[in-house]
């Protein structure tokens, strides 16, 4: 395609050239000034005409040479044809977008898929169209979820399994988000776990304009969710790959590691303090080059020898060329527990300040949690009325969170400091909504059976008197 266009544009801009030349010629020879003027204008305007025409035709060609390939299916027929296809390959990559997403009554809208890792323009993929079409998502499942000898690869599978079949009936799951909690963020240089970071961080996608949140019900989709849908499936494809190649890169995968072999016990790695953050960094630098250690290495060796702030965090970063946001990443979360620690401190001093005054009736039904466990306050959405199912959407979500949300456990629905339910966390995503520049999450869980005693018990000491934020992390 690059070739081509280039020839195309030499060839006009010398014909442009040779049409120019010879019109201004031509005005020079004829007697009239007047022919001569007119001559060398449209000689000139002729050059310029060519150079516009040459550059309408580079901006066209790259144009269509970033247009994105999918099919895009909405026959039935074809659909289960396609089903049938796709149904004898021993591993495909899915991903599902989903209507109402955020209300309980969630609809499957299209489901996208291919049996092609290596496909980077979506000429592969496939888009099923399965809004409303119960009968074609049973048939989908029969033949391909529930199939163990395809493996079906999802990034926060729990999630897109809830429209694929019930989780003790579908076989062979393969979840890259889970893949991703079995390496830390230093590991993987990043800043979260979601997909899209993910592919940005990890393969150096550069991530447009998030249509997760848009009107998946509507018909036809726009050229932005079609375009989101198809990059969505390119991403997990890579992610999966570039994941599965870091995680054996570890020594998490690897067999049992002798002392002397491991670098966070090598002898000549544990100095006593040094006092140069820079010769330090250095030596440690050279050491992982020389020895061909993981470049977490070195943050997790000087980390443990200097009190980090953001500007040592930034040279780090730079050192070993992570993502410019993994400073500011690792900076807020030494704010953050800095801060958690503070709001302990001034917690405990309230409570012991308090204790004598404390309500006998209230302190008796206090619960002091032992579990990793977010408490979230919905005192604006929660109602007596409120069914299981709307009890648990006005819980899940949307929060703004930090990192530390993939360390909990439970959820807690607390409502004027009583709790009113438990849930079991299974997974974190992003809901699709941003609020003054805040990505905001929701979990998928289920109520914790072995928790329900704890309904009814009071947890308003874990929010000190004065503190707005609606969430609270316990043990995270």
Known sequence: MTKNKNNSQTTINIIGLISSLLIILTGFFIKSNSLKIIGIITGISSGIYTQLASKKIEQESERKENVIKYQYLEDEEIIKQTIDQLSNNSILWLDTETADWDKPTKRLSLLQITANPNDLTGESIYLLDLLDKNHLIDYFIQTIMVNENIQKVFHNASYDVKF????????NIFCTYKLSQKLSLEQLGTSNRQLKTLASYLCGFTIEENEQGSDWAMRPLTEKQIKYAVMDIIFLTQVHQKLEYIYNSFSVNQPEIKAENNPINNQENINSKPSNFEE????LLNIQKEKNYQRVWVYHQIRNKFDLDLEKLKVIGQALGYHEKWAYYQGQEIIENEKNNNSFNRLTASTNNNQNTQNVSLSSNRLNITESAILF??????SPDLSPEELYDATRGNWVLKERRENADYGFAVYKGIVKQVYRIHSWHFSGVITNGN?????EGEIAQDKQHYIGMNVAHYFPQGMAYPTRYVNC
């Open 280 to 283: 330090e960094l250095k030596r």
């Open 439 to 443: 990505e905001r999450y929701c979990f």
């Open 377 to 382: 306050r919905i005192t604006k959405t929660y």
């Open 164 to 171: 694929l079949g019930e989780i003790n009936q579908v076989q």
